[in-house]
């Protein structure tokens, strides 16, 4: 039996959420499917086709070196104990031994997040240990500075919308403070479309989820100094091996962040243009007015916005649109005005005329 959504009795998932790990993140492009069929179908010296791929990505990436990772959760995870082991066998076989006292992570505590799993797990796992600095609200590099002591390890920033955005410091400002009193910086970027910036801004290690805005396979990857990268490399020997991704991915990857360079992400316009036959459907089914909205953020990303009226409330549409088969999932965060919005990044035409249907019985 070939492959189905039904050979497992699973149900068909529309995606029109936005980039959710829950739902399994991105599509991967014919392009990179290639790639990953080749990766799937040969046999390689692993360790030369992690460093020959890391290369070749520093090249594209302007960076010293490059790793690819099984996720940027491993990405953070290693970057800990590299930073703490510093290229030692000794700790690559014991990460947690007694015989090493430095290391000590710190991160400003609004950037402490839950990004689907603590921050902090991916800390200790790395055999860290947390220091938070400033307060839930702010954090300056003074916040930075005063809790740097001779036990410190590396500094860490979390580039995220999922952190405290106001009254905390940049990630230049973080990557002077900790090269003043020579300690590397980390910049978890996960889900960040620019993937230059952090390094210009002086960051010494910066990582990066592969299946998030550079839409590869479930993968990560960290960039930055050559040492540090051989350090994380070290890592397979020890608390990496538990992390570690295949040929497949790796290739797949690789291709993944070529062709976001090249191509970059789906621009708002091409978003316009494909929910316009969308929105006008929408706006043809009984207690629906349809409109385009711009992200709140002001990214550049267009979804449709629908605002749902009569006797239905838009938590009963979201939650039988969820129900059936194919289950289609929306944002939700506005529900409670009777709004409902749909990210068509992941959705094509096809899947768009689905959920106009569903919509249609749904509001019968
Ligand atoms: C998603 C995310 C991660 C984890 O990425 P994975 O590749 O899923 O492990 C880490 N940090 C932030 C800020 C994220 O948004």
Request: charged content about 25%.
């Amino acid at each position: 039996m070939t492959i189905s959504y039904e050979k497992f009795n699973l149900k068909e998932v529309i995606n029109a959420s936005g980039r959710m790990t829950v739902l399994g993140v991105s599509k991967v492009s014919e392009n990179v499917l290639a790639a990953q069929k080749f990766g799937g179908e040969h046999f390689f010296e692993m360790s030369e086709l992690s460093i020959q791929t890391g290369s070749y990505l520093a090249e594209l990436l302007k960076v010293e070196d490059a790793q690819i990772v099984s996720s940027a959760s491993a990405g953070i995870a290693q970057s800990v104990s590299a930073l703490i082991g510093q290229g030692s066998i000794y700790h690559a076989y014991h990460p947690y031994t007694d015989r090493i006292s430095r290391r000590e992570i710190i991160i400003p505590k609004g950037h402490n997040v839950d990004y689907g799993t603590p921050v902090e797990v991916m800390i200790a796992q790395g055999g860290g240990e947390l220091v938070e600095a400033g307060y839930a609200n702010m954090c300056t590099p003074e916040h930075i500075e005063m809790m740097i002591t001779e036990e410190t390890a590396a500094v860490l920033y979390i580039k995220s919308h999922h952190t405290v955005q106001k009254s905390m410091l940049s990630p230049a400002e973080a990557a002077e403070i900790a090269h003043k009193h020579q300690l590397p910086l980390i910049v978890d970027a996960a889900a960040e479309e620019d993937l230059f910036k952090y390094i210009e801004a002086g960051a010494d290690l910066v990582i990066y989820s592969g299946a998030k805005a550079i839409e590869g396979p479930s993968a990560g990857m960290v960039v930055g100094k050559k040492e540090y990268i051989e350090w994380i490399r070290l890592q397979g020997k020890g608390i990496g091996r538990a992390m570690k991704i295949g040929k497949d991915n790796i290739l797949g990857f690789t291709q993944a962040v070529e062709d976001y360079l090249k191509n970059g992400s789906e621009s708002g316009d091409s978003m316009k243009d494909r929910l316009a036959p969308f929105i006008t459907d929408l706006n043809n089914i009984s207690n629906i007015d349809a409109k385009v909205v711009q992200d709140s953020a002001g990214r550049d990303i267009y979804r449709a916005s629908i605002k749902v009226s009569g006797n239905k409330t838009a938590k009963e549409v979201i939650r039988e649109l969820k129900t059936e088969n194919p289950a289609i999932y929306t944002r939700e965060y506005q529900a409670n005005n009777g709004i409902i919005e749909f990210d068509i990044r992941s959705v094509n035409k096809e899947e768009m005329d689905k959920i106009t249907v569903r919509l249609t019985e749904i509001m019968k």
